[in-house]
């Protein structure tokens, strides 16, 4: 057999398979986000990892202060986090429409400098404990590897997450409002369509997106101030790859790109963590708008 | 002028000078560089804790040395080892800053050894935990004050083979601190008849273990050793509670945890956990007495990183007042001379090699039914003779020793 070959029994390769899904159902659920809010608002939302964030403490905060367990804050936290974007839009980003992409950029990475900078200075850097909902404790042995129910059940949530946003943006009227609203802004608030309302309400989308990912964070990395910035480069290169503001895009490259990374950690585990960017450089050179971005 | 003429001029000269550094302090005023991870993975067990620890070492001495103001300024280093060097050296040259203290973090210990070095001014070492900083990386001026790779290699590791942990397998952060600390525990393991079948070297900091956790699985060792710190062995910890590792017959041997990691792991997941510690808050009347007075000006109690920041301070300004000099090589001899007395350290003693050799302890996390409050997170379970911890001076490779 080629795993034999390549020196390594298929158990361990079919679990790194696995595993790979898994965080690649993070990193479409957090693309996925970040070409919402790029294909449409055109903004570079460098704060998506604090909002990310931000999700992952609201969930921890709705348990500690409300007693509101797992699968309230699956539904609250980004309804909250979503509502907090909604704000950022209208009084901050809102003043940069129509000027260089860079100042939006800017913008975003300064406010997940001071949200995070906040968070440890209240919080600390070390995170707090969260456990995973009693329903979904334990796990089942498939034979090559031990599954936990909860990483189960992250694939499928974010699968659902990512199928329903697809089928918002591509088949309802609200996403062909949508797509018209960054063809020409002026002729479909012409028709009578509220554009700087729908703008905002796709800013929050993407931001609730962001923290539904948070949500399903918290019971496996720890709540830690710190937990966005270090995923935040990874995810952006997996939307480079995709091509910036392709829904289908980011979701097909964020669970391949996972995939290739848990692929990466049996043969060369140094090497996981550059493995998407070497991905990303060869994809710019031979396709610079991405596998699924358009090449105007 | 003749040649004696000019011989004479220049020995008064030289004489003068020797006089004025040695009967004076420089400058008018003692200053400590502290530079520390204010805002990153390791700010909660060193960073703004630290500053505050070193600050009440100054109170004891009423803010002043052999008559002089003593004054502390901070930085964030980031964990990089540029910002350290170039702060250093923007400290040195022109900040008048005599010592530095803290430097959590192997790569930016080694940036500010080179400046320490260069510029001959002492290096209170507390957070970074390599032991090349006394081996084959030491300077003369570099003191490692509270812990290192090796104590907690003897500690942890030796304590673990004895309850029958004989095969290991180590997920290692792939930098300097991750690989010292996996070699060292690697020859313990070895000298007490164990056997290392292999590591997995992960990115630094890593998000996600779970992929390490099933090769470690797979290797059918005993024992998963975690060379890492901070965020990456929480993060560890839990994905092998997660994936069974525990239940499955494995044991998980945390290699460098401080009580933060602890709180943020949860007790119910970390009780039992074993762990080498340079420093409890709840030893002895000192050292209550001691994190009390910390708790109340930071709302939490002190790691082995901060106590241990304080000793250093406290131990150079003792020598100060010694010899009433801040000169470097002067005030080097006297800490030397001078046992390390105070509630971190009982009788410690400060080698040329520049490790302080004090006494290690083995700790146990508490089940959450034995804690009766917050910070009632540890139990000590053995107490580490300094020799044993850090061996004996003639094992060290420091060229200058």
Known sequence: MLTDLLGFPPQVLFGQLLLGLINGAFYAVLSLGLAVIFGLLNIVNFAHGALYMLGAFATAGLTTYFGIGYWGALILAPLIVGAIGMLIERFLLRRLSGVDHLYGLLLTFGLALVIEGSFVKLFGSSGLPYAPPPQLMGGVNLGFMFLPWYRGWVVLAAVVMCLVTWYIFEKTKIGAYLRAGTENPKLLQAFGVNVPLLTTLAYGYGVALAAFAGVLAAPITQVSPLMGSNLIIVVFAVVVIGGMGSIMGAIVTGLSMGVIEGLTKVFWPEASATVIFAVMAIVLVLRPAGLFGNAT | ?401
């Open chain 2, 1 to 401: 002028m003749t040649l004696k003429k000019t011989l004479i001029a220049g020995v008064s000269a030289a004489s003068l000078l020797c006089g004025a550094a040695s009967a004076e302090i420089s400058d008018g005023v003692v200053k400590i560089g502290l530079m520390s991870d204010m805002s990153g993975t390791y700010s909660d067990v060193a960073g703004e804790g630290a500053a505050v620890a070193a600050q009440m070492a100054i109170e004891e001495f009423g803010g002043t040395v052999a008559g002089a103001p003593i004054e502390i300024v901070t930085a964030d280093h980031q964990n990089k080892a540029d910002i350290a060097a170039n702060k250093a050296r923007e400290w040195a040259d022109t900040g008048q800053v005599d010592a530095f203290a803290e430097l959590v973090t192997t790569s930016v210990a080694l940036a500010v050894f080179e400046v320490a070095k260069q510029q001959n001014k002492i290096a209170l070492v507390s957070g970074s935990a390599s032991s090349p900083l006394t081996n084959e990386a030491c300077i003369p001026t570099g003191l490692h004050w509270t812990y290192n790779t090796r104590a907690l290699a003897v500690g942890t590791g030796s304590a673990i083979v004895k309850e029958g942990g004989d095969s290991w397998y180590f997920l290692t952060a792939d930098y300097a601190f991750g690989e010292a600390l996996e070699r060292d525990v690697s020859a313990v393991v070895e000298a007490s008849g164990g056997t290392v079948l292999g590591s997995a070297k992960h990115p630094f900091p890593a998000s996600d273990f779970s992929s390490f956790i099933l090769q470690a699985q797979a290797s059918g060792a005993k024992v998963i050793g975690l060379a890492n710190a901070g965020a990456d062995t929480v993060n560890a910890i839990k994905a092998a509670n997660e994936f069974g590792v525990v239940a499955a017959g494995q044991k998980i041997a945390g290699l460098l945890v401080f009580m933060p990691n602890v709180k943020s792991i949860g007790q119910d997941v970390a009780q039992g956990l074993q762990m080498t510690v340079s420093f409890y808050w709840d030893m002895d009347d000192e050292t209550r007495a001691w994190s009390q007075k910390f708790y109340e000006k930071t709302g939490k109690m002190p790691t082995g990183i901060q106590a241990g920041t304080y000793s250093s301070v406290l131990h150079y300004l003792k020598a100060i007042e010694a010899t009433g000099t801040d000169d470097t090589d002067t005030v080097l001899a006297k800490m030397r001379e001078m046992p390390v007395e105070d509630m971190f350290a009982k009788g410690g003693t400060l080698r040329t090699d520049g490790r302080m050799v004090h006494d290690m302890y083995l700790a146990e996390v508490k089940k959450p039914s034995e804690s009766e409050g917050e910070w009632d997170l540890l139990k000590i379970v053995r107490t580490i003779p300094g020799e044993e911890a850090y061996g004996p001076l003639s094992e060290s490779t420091c060229p200058t020793k």
